[in-house]
């Protein structure tokens, strides 16, 4: 990923599964409680007093209401997936690029195939994320707070009341959302690579990358709030209770635009991308770091 048109030579798959791994735990430590504030807000629906107003608002009642703590409430699942989800997102990314260079007979990655790489590589994370993700949002959601005691008790009830099938509740959805972030944020890093000047220094490096990072996560995540909101209502439902509302991702986005306004499809928007829009930039110069320090000491 250090240069956006060159084919460097790919490393070992297990040295991009650690480089991945260490890039996403850094994220997610800095970041994280910028995720339950955009979980509290995406399961909002309706309007009324006891609802949140702002991000502000969010920290403000958690911290109040709740205890500091719970701002990385339901942290354990992320992290436990995050080193084989950050490294499938890196690892896919650069075993597809050569892949579909080879397929469509092109010496150098282009814009269109640093898409469909990224779109490919994030079909591929949302297959081993999706489930952590439920468990993760049922953790999140205000309304679980005194109902799961932690990480495995929440597996237990889920398996005991809703059965095993629960458990992949919400994968169409999150096939969505990671495709549609990991085709934004890769074909976005190698367009702006593409258009800012070549660094000369390891400090311009660094700052190409944030920058190119932080805009691509901000486009990720402004291509994929929609499913994600559809995703995180379909994981905190309860199917004891009966048949969801929806069970698909354009399901459940007509069904929450026609009665919330398509507004309601953003909900969420702003811790998301304040996470995800810095949160891209750090995975990518972790990354990046990482990667090359590797192959300056390891091959």
């Known amino acids: 990923m250090s240069d956006a048109g060159a084919a460097a030579k790919p490393l070992p798959f297990l040295f991009q599964f650690a480089a991945g791994a260490i890039a996403g735990v850094s994220e997610i430590l800095c970041m994280y409680p ?30 109040k209401e709740e205890g500091a703590s719970r701002l990385y409430r339901g942290i354990l699942p992320p992290i436990m997936v995050e080193a084989p989800k950050r490294a499938i997102k890196f690892a896919s990314n ?72 629960a458990f992949a509740n919400g994968l169409e959805a ?22 800012m000047p070549k660094a000369e220094t ?21 291509l994929n709030t929609p499913p994600d909101v559809v995703k995180t209502r379909i994981q905190n439902y309860n199917s004891a209770k009966g048949p969801p509302p929806y069970t698909t991702f354009l399901a459940g986005a007509r069904t929450i635009a026609r009665e919330e306004g398509v507004r309601a499809l953003y909900k969420g928007y702003v811790p998301k991308v304040l ?22 000491h390891f091959l």
């Open 94 to 165: 650069d075993t597809y690029g050569p892949m579909y260079m080879r397929l469509f007979n092109q010496k150098q990655l282009t814009q269109s195939l640093a898409i469909m790489t990224g779109v490919t590589a994030g079909i591929t994370e949302a297959l081993i994320v999706a489930t952590p993700e439920l468990v993760k949002i049922r953790l999140q959601a205000k309304e679980n707070a005194g109902r799961y005691t932690g990480t495995m008790d929440c597996v237990r009830k889920i398996y005991a009341e809703e059965g095993l099938k």
């Open 202 to 222: 390891k400090r311009g490096e660094l700052a190409v990358n944030f920058a190119a990072g932080a805009i691509g996560g901000t486009v990720g995540t402004t």
């Open 174 to 195: 999150t096939i969505w959302r990671h495709a549609l972030w990991n085709g934004g944020y890769f074909g976005s890093i190698f367009g702006i690579k593409k258009l």
């Open 275 to 296: 996470r995800l829009g810095p949160g891209g930039g750090i995975l990518l110069v972790v990354y990046d770091h990482v990667t090359t320090y590797m192959r300056d």
């Open 34 to 63: 910028l995720d339950v504030a955009k979980t509290r807000l995406m399961l909002q629906v309706g309007t009324g007093a006891d609802q949140y107003k702002s991000i502000v608002d969010v920290f403000g009642r958690i911290i």
